[in-house]
């Protein structure tokens, strides 16, 4: 559903689901938050899947190199350069391969 919702660009609607899935005891997991912050960057919402990638670390959610594709195409949307290149320069330090998307994005 949540992926359902990234594709139609209901970012919102892919939150509530997200959080909801808390609410229910089901855990959210790497392919649902990447959902969700795919979601906010085709939303323009850049801040809230830089939120999401941090509520991922703080729960112990494995990122891939979808997260981070998300997360850097979220913020060169939204022109946060700087952002971008954080992010690029964390996925490169976690050792989660880079990607030519994640690449291009943050030049």
């Not at 909801?20 to 801040?47: H, L, Y």
């Not at 999401?52 to 949307?77: H, N, P, W």
């Amino acid at each position: 559903a949540i992926s359902a919702c990234e594709k139609g660009c209901e970012w919102e609607r892919a939150l509530q689901l997200l959080i909801s899935m808390g609410q229910d005891r089901v855990q959210p997991n790497t392919t649902t938050f990447n959902a969700s912050i795919s979601a906010c960057e085709k939303g323009g919402e850049w801040e809230m899947g830089l939120r999401l990638r941090s509520v991922m670390v703080q729960t112990q959610v494995e990122m891939d190199t979808i997260t981070f594709d998300a997360a850097i195409s979220a913020c060169e949307k939204a022109g946060e350069w700087e952002k971008a290149l954080q992010l690029f320069n964390v996925m490169a330090e976690s050792q989660v391969g880079s990607h030519t998307v994640s690449f291009n994005a943050a030049m």
